[in-house]
């Protein structure tokens, strides 16, 4: 794909965002144009090596996405009261 067939297309995602999407954009955009790849801390890493140990050794357990959304969407469904 052209750099103008890209632009031409980011452009038209963008109109149609919403400030979410948006509010990503730029600081996925801001982290690019700093060349700051470390979007994690020291400390953040750490956490991050120690539960993919745990995971890989069978001591942790990890849940799906979609599995994530059902019980989220559940969650709110009882907390709401069904609605």
């Given at each position: 794909?052209t750099?103008?067939a890209?632009?031409?297309?980011?452009?038209?995602y963008?109109?149609?965002?919403?400030?979410?999407?948006?509010?990503?954009?730029?600081?996925l955009?801001e982290v690019?144009?700093k060349g700051?790849?470390n979007?994690?801390?020291?400390?953040?890493?750490?956490?991050v090596?120690?539960?993919?140990?745990?995971y890989?050794?069978?001591?942790?357990?990890?849940?799906?996405?979609?599995?994530?959304?059902?019980?989220v969407?559940?969650?709110?469904?009882?907390?709401n009261?069904?609605?």
């Amino acid at each position: 794909m052209t750099t103008t067939a890209i632009r031409s297309k980011l452009h038209k995602y963008i109109d149609e965002a919403d400030s979410d999407v948006l509010e990503v954009v730029i600081k996925l955009l801001e982290v690019y144009r700093k060349g700051n790849t470390n979007l994690l801390t020291a400390k953040q890493k750490e956490e991050v090596f120690k539960r993919s140990v745990l995971y890989k050794e069978g001591k942790m357990k990890g849940v799906s996405l979609p599995e994530v959304r059902k019980r989220v969407k559940q969650k709110l469904s009882d907390e709401n009261g069904g609605i």
